[in-house]
C-alpha cells in the first residue's frame, strides 16, 4: 500500500509541476515568493495546530517560506473574508474548520459566499471532540452531567470560541438531543475558551481532542465521554456519547485548505500534490493518531463535494436545532 501511495503521490507531484510550468506568460514559475496560510482563528486551537506542522513541512517542497498567520475574529468570519478577497494567484491560501466551511453560512449573513469565492484544495483530517468538564464539577458521566443540567436549566455553562465552530456546534446539538439546556459562553477562540475551563471559570466544554487531550491525561480536565460514533483509540476507555444515552450523537470536526475562486488549476493541482505529500509524512501521521485524529487528503474535487455536503447537513441541523447567533452561542 505504502508502494502504490507513492507512486501516486509521484505521479501527482510530476503532473502538477509539469502543468505549472506551462502556465507560461510573464509570471515567475510558482512559487517565487513566500505563501501565506491564513488560520481564522487565535493561535492555540486546532486549525492552528495543524497549520504549524503542515507549513514546516510544506515550506522546503515548494522552496518558499510558508507563514501562517493567524486572523481570528468574528467567529472566523474574519480570516475567511481576507482570503476571500485576495488576488488569485496561490500566495494566500487558508486553513480552516467546518465551522468556518459549513456552519457559519447557515448563521450570519457573510461578506463572501463559501460555496462560490473559494476553491477548495484538499481536506486535512477529521477529528474527534471530547465532552470535558472541570475537575471541581461534580459529574462523573455524561448521565450525571444530564442529570445536573435538568436539576438547574441554564445554570450550567458552556465555553466556545466563536458562533458556528466546533465547540458551539456541538454543545447546541446536545443540548437539542439531550433535551437540556447548558448556556453558552463564547470567548475569542477555542484557547482562550479551553483556558477559562481549565481556569474553573466556566464547567463544560466540547473540544478537539488533539487540544484537549494532553489536559486530560494531565489530570487538568476531567473527560466524559467522545463525540463520535465510535470509541477514540488514543482513549479507549472513554465511552461515545451515544453509549452514554445520547442517542444519535455525533459530531467529528474537520479541517480543510482552501485558495480565492479562480485561481488556476495547475496552481490548485500543485498545492494538492504537495499538501497531499506532507500528510503522508509518518511524523504528520503519528501526531494525528495520537488525537485519534484521521488524515484525510484526497484530490480538490473530493474536498469539494463534501464540502457541499456538509454545507447542506449543517444547514437542515441549525435549522431544527433552532441554532443561533446569540450569547448562547460559541465555538471554533
Known sequence: MKRILAAVFSS????????????????????????????????????????????????PRLGQPVVVDNRGGAGGVLGMEIVARAPADGYTIVNATVGSWAVTPHLYKLPYDVLRDFTPVIQVATTPGILVVHPNVPVKSVQELIAVAREKPGQLNYASGGTGGYSHISAELFNYI?????????????????????????????????????HVKAGRLRALAVTTLKRVPGVPELPTL????????????????????????????????????????PDIQERHTAAGSLITGGTPEQFRDY???EYAKFG??????????AAASGGG
Open 12 to 59: 501527482a507531484l510530476a503532473a502538477a509541476a509539469a502543468e505549472a510550468a506551462q502556465q507560461g506568460g510573464k509570471d515567475a514559475p510558482y512559487p517565487s515568493r513566500p505563501i501565506r496560510l491564513v488560520v481564522p482563528f487565535p493561535p492555540g486551537g486546532t486549525p492552528d495546530v495543524q497549520s504549524r506542522m503542515i507549513a514546516e513541512k510544506l515550506a
Open 178 to 214: 439531550a433535551k437540556v439546556k447548558i448556556t453558552g459562553v463564547p470567548y475569542k477562540g477555542a484557547a482562550p475558551a479551553m483556558n477559562a475551563v481549565l481556569g474553573g471559570h466556566v464547567e463544560v466544554m466540547f473540544n478537539t481532542a488533539i487540544t484537549t487531550l494532553p
Open 242 to 281: 451515544a453509549e452514554s444515552g445520547v442517542s444519535g450523537y455525533e459530531n467529528s470536526s474537520w479541517t480543510g485548505v482552501g485558495v480565492p475562486a479562480r485561481t488556476s488549476a495547475a496552481i490548485v493541482r500543485r498545492l494538492n500534490a504537495e499538501l497531499g505529500a506532507v500528510l503522508q509524512m
Open 307 to 309: 464540502l457541499r455536503s
Open 316 to 325: 437542515k441541523l441549525v435549522k431544527a436545532a433552532g441554532i443561533k447567533d
